[in-house]
């Protein structure tokens, strides 16, 4: 379980984050929902340890923050931005990378690491793409890549930022399936995302986050006024049964 208690997060004066009390259950599907700006990103990346804690705590598994993370570490598909397809590295260099911090200094990957990172590509539907060039591959493949990526640290926590961004409408229900088949298998996957229609169909769990937490609930719990309060007035919800 992840629990966060009073986290603030200010960045040149200004408020990012403001008194994030929040518990994320082992086992569920979560979802981080929020207009652009909301700090979403930014809570991902404390929870992590990519950011430095400013005020407040994190702990995991009961453990703080900290100490967890000299042990254990997360599967993490970082926002689309943030990183270059254009760098001449081959698919399974870059799944590859999901253990590289964890060889040691000097070390280099072995016949069992590929092995592993293939296994991990296999799981993820993009084996047969293993020594294509990552500038060639599709949107969804690419993702598929970053998803082998994440999962070969074989953390109990997978966190994706907007993994569907770049994917069209069949390949994101595809990708989720493969998030929805992680998850049963005992994985506890936080994905933000702005697809709210995918989110409904696969998340369990619902993280309402505009710089404040609106809330953290099951997301049979989450009514349309959490997420208007969340949205303000730039979304609208339409029922599921039309
Ligand atoms: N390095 C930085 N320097 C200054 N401001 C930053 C920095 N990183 C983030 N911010 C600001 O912090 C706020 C929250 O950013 P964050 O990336 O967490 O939002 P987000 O909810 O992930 O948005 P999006 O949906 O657009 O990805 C934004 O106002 C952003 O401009
Ligand atoms: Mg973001």
Not at 5 to 11: A, E, H, R, T, V
Not at 51 to 76: A, N, R
Not at 89 to 116: F, P, S, V, Y
Not at 154 to 181: C, H, M, Q, T
Request: glycine share 10%; aromatic share 6%.
């Amino acid at each position: 379980m992840i629990q966060v208690q009073d986290l603030q997060y200010k960045l040149s004066g200004k408020s990012i984050l403001e008194d994030i009390n929040l518990e994320i259950p082992d086992g569920v599907f979560a979802a981080i929902i929020g207009p652009n700006g909301a700090g979403k990103s930014t809570l991902i990346k404390l929870i992590m340890g990519l950011l430095e804690i400013q005020e407040g705590s994190i702990s995991i598994d009961g453990v703080p923050q900290d100490k967890w993370l000299k042990k254990h570490g997360f599967g993490y598909l970082p926002q689309r931005e943030e990183y270059d397809r254009s760098f001449p590295a081959t698919a399974l260099d870059i799944t590859l990378m999901g253990i590289a911090g964890t060889l040691g200094w000097g070390k280099r990957c072995g016949k069992e690491h590929k092995q592993k990172a293939l296994d991990a590509m296999r799981q993820c539907g993009i084996e047969t793409k293993a020594s294509a060039r990552i500038g060639s591959l599709s949107g969804g493949e690419f993702q598929r890549v970053m998803l082998s990526r994440a999962i070969l640290g074989n953390s109990k926590y997978l966190i994706l930022d907007e993994p569907e961004a770049g994917i069209d409408r069949n390949g994101v229900s595809s990708f989720f399936e493969l998030l929805k088949k992680l998850n049963d298998a005992g994985k506890t996957v936080i994905t933000i995302s702005h697809d709210l229609h995918t989110l409904s169909e696969y998340c369990n769990y619902l993280i309402c986050l505009n710089r404040r937490l609106h809330c953290h609930n099951h997301s049979e719990l989450v009514n349309a006024d959490i997420i208007h309060k969340t949205f303000g007035d730039t979304v609208r919800l339409i029922e599921k049964d039309y």
